[in-house]
């Protein structure tokens, strides 16, 4: 078995690879939850792959077992969604009839009953994201602007085949293409912070719970006397723009929920929060090309420091601004 850790200050990363049942459970054991895991088939080779990093409250991981392989956990403690690749996942939670989640469906677990993988087909190549519970319900208390009294039970299966779902999965997608990219996004710690929170934000919409109507209802229109909570944003911004601000965090700066805010910004600045911060972030951007030595800085360098993943859309919204291109304001005497 073989391990790695470590992608940088916004994300660790673990990398296992074993023919071993009782090494495969303990990496299970290390990145997700305690299980037990036995050989379905005894003539059956196990060669379990599992690439998984953690990006705070979530943890998110590309698996297989090459052989059929069954799993058995207790409470989870967690929200967790199987998301399979490849091959057919049956599992089964808390006494309910038993599942088969596909390609076409993903699993989505609770917290709380005890839970069984019956049978990981050896076909079958799966991403697993786990969810801390107390994160995902503050995250939808934030959305709300306020506090969630009866308990967030997350409908048990997902599409991801179209709409939110399709988003979602796509998101998740992208944060396992990206473990292997050494000095990619998840290096950077103002896009994964955004990556984070647009996952926890896309599992609220994408699956089915007693909040889900709460979040498609608008808030209330900010009223023009309430400045203040913008005001407040603008101040931190401003202050501090190297920070990996989200929306909900800065909603919590500001003391009202996201959607509130959101609205609030649009109606008095025309934009939203985060379109806000990028705007500050090109101003840097600006200001430290412009005393910058072409010698020894590059623009990629510069932009992706600034949270810009993505240089040709980086350079596209630069020239929108300053009527050039980065690599002319670098350049420039």
């Avoid at 990398?15 to 090494?23: G, K, L, M, P």
């Avoid at 089964?92 to 990981?120: D, Y």
């Avoid at 896309?202 to 909040?211: D, E, F, V």
Wanted: neutral net charge.
């Amino acid at each position: 078995m073989s391990a790695a850790g470590g992608t940088g200050p916004a994300a660790r990363r673990f990398s296992f690879r074993t023919t071993d049942v009782d090494e495969a459970r303990a990496a299970v054991d290390a990145t997700y939850y305690a299980t037990s895991m036995t050989l379905l088939d005894p003539a059956g080779v196990l060669d379990a792959r599992f690439e998984v990093v953690r990006l705070g409250p979530l943890t998110v991981g590309d698996l297989s077992c090459g052989a059929p392989v069954g799993m058995r956990f207790g409470d989870l403690g967690a929200y967790h969604v199987d998301l399979p690749l490849s091959g057919r996942l049956q599992w089964s939670q808390a006494g309910r009839e038993s599942a088969l989640a596909t390609p076409a469906r993903a699993a989505v677990f609770q917290p709380e009953g005890r839970t069984s993988l019956e049978r990981w087909h050896p076909d079958c190549r799966l991403i697993a994201v786990k969810i801390e519970a107390r994160a995902l319900e503050r995250h939808l208390e934030r959305l709300l602007g306020r506090p969630v009294r009866t308990p967030l039970r997350l409908a048990p299966e997902l599409d991801p085949t179209s709409g939110p779902g399709a988003t979602w999965a796509r998101l998740a997608r992208l944060v396992v293409a990206e473990m292997d990219n050494d000095g990619g996004l998840l290096h950077q710690p103002l896009l994964t912070a955004q990556l984070a929170e647009s996952l926890l934000t896309g599992l609220l919409l994408a699956t089915g719970h007693a909040y889900r109507e709460d979040l498609d209802t608008p808030p209330a229109a900010a009223a023009p006397t309430a400045a203040r909570p913008v005001e407040r944003v603008l101040d931190a911004v401003h202050a501090h723009p190297e920070r990996p601000f989200t929306t909900v965090e800065l909603a919590a700066v500001a003391g009202v929920g996201a959607r509130w805010l959101q609205v609030a910004f649009r109606r008095q600045l025309g934009l939203s929060p985060m379109a806000y911060v990028r705007e500050v972030r090109l101003a840097r951007i600006r200001e430290e090309l412009t005393r910058a030595d072409p010698a020894g800085t590059t623009v990629a360098d510069v932009a992706f420091r600034w949270g810009f993943g993505h240089l040709g859309r980086f350079a596209e919204k630069y020239r929108e601004r300053y009527g050039e291109l980065p690599s002319e304001t670098l350049k420039s005497p």
